[in-house]
């Protein structure tokens, strides 16, 4: 299992990868901002060389006011929640208008 903090999850986000130690964590993919009203998220899948883990990061605040990242309000040093994960197919079926 991999243990990082919400800060070394929010920099290797926007840095597209961290070193920690003798492990190398390499940014793969993640999503766009998903807007909360004033507040946003998005997901990081990142890889280890090996296995592949998913976290998330949030901010606060707007465009035209400064963006206050989770690391400033939960605390730099708080473990973030990574999860380790697998890319799988899935298909749904849902009901659409024609």
């Given at each position: 299992m991999v243990k990082l903090t919400i800060e070394q999850l929010e920099d290797m986000a926007f840095e597209g990868g961290i070193n920690i130690g003798d492990v190398t964590y390499?940014?793969?993919e993640e999503s766009g901002w998903e807007y909360d009203?004033?507040?946003?998220?998005?997901?990081?899948?990142?890889?280890?060389?090996?296995n592949h883990y998913r976290g998330?990061?949030?901010r606060s605040g707007s465009e035209w006011t400064?963006?206050?990242?989770?690391?400033?309000?939960?605390g730099a040093d708080d473990p973030a929640e990574i999860t380790e994960v697998e890319k799988r197919e899935v298909v749904v079926t849902?009901?659409?208008a024609f």
């Open positions: 390499t940014v793969v009203h004033k507040y946003q998220s998005k997901t990081v899948i990142f890889t280890d060389g090996n998330e990061i949030g400064d963006w206050t990242y989770d690391s400033e309000i939960y849902e009901w659409v």
